[in-house]
């Protein structure tokens, strides 16, 4: 089945409808990991050819300066990452709750944005195993710290070896609390997801 013919398909179905659950799940996990009303707004939802430019013109690509980035592997019936984007405005403000010693504050705050990561990934793959009727878990968050940061080039370099399509949900959250704040959260599936829920909902 070719890219076209999931799009015709698959976009406006059970995965959609999952993904944007997944995502209402996280922003309320967001409200209760930081104590501030959290809500998210959709960027884009859709499925690209890793070699098709269209994946490069998305506008889903770090902000000015010092960007943190997690990824969370997605591995079980399907493979798929996580990738949630704070420019240091945002990682300050999320982890200034944070107490500790001065030598160690740096290695702390990383470590509470770790754990927002995974709580954050875990209720959306709840939503996706238990409303696509998945098995699928998150591995342990890893943070990386680029100067500067083209989120779709590194989705490219994640996907291009190993998958001709790729399902993109994208979204930003936003703070009652922190008005000015907008981390980005971007969930890449490999396009196969489609095949497996098809299987998966034909044993059901």
């Known amino acids: 089945m070719t890219i076209s013919d ?31 009303e959290t809500s998210y707004t959709m960027l884009h939802q859709g499925l690209h050819a890793v070699e098709d430019d269209s994946i490069h013109g998305l506008n889903i690509n770090g902000k000015s300066g010092t960007n943190f980035l997690l990824t969370t592997d997605i591995v079980g019936d399907v493979y798929g990452k996580s990738y949630l984007l704070l420019d240091a405005s945002e990682f300050d403000a999320l982890s200034s709750g944070v107490y500790a010693k001065e030598e160690t504050m ?16 875990a209720s959306v793959i709840t939503k996706l195993s ?30 291009s070896e190993d998958s001709e399509g790729i399902y993109v949900n994208a979204i930003h959250f ?20 489609f095949d497996t829920i098809e299987s998966k909902s034909e044993l059901s």
Do not use: R
């Open 174 to 193: 936003s703070f009652e609390k922190y008005p000015m704040l907008t981390p980005y959260f971007v969930w890449v599936m490999d396009l196969n997801v």
């Open 6 to 36: 999931h799009v015709k398909k698959k976009t406006s179905g059970s995965a959609k409808i999952a993904f944007e659950n997944g995502f209402e799940n996280a922003a309320a996990s967001f409200s209760k990991f930081i104590s501030t």
């Open 106 to 121: 740096m290695d702390i705050k990383e470590e509470f944005i770790k754990e927002l990561d995974n709580i954050l990934s």
């Open 130 to 159: 238990n409303e696509l009727n998945l098995n699928i878990y998150g591995n342990i968050p890893i943070l990386v710290k680029p100067q500067s940061c083209c989120l779709m080039n590194i989705i490219y370099d994640d996907f």
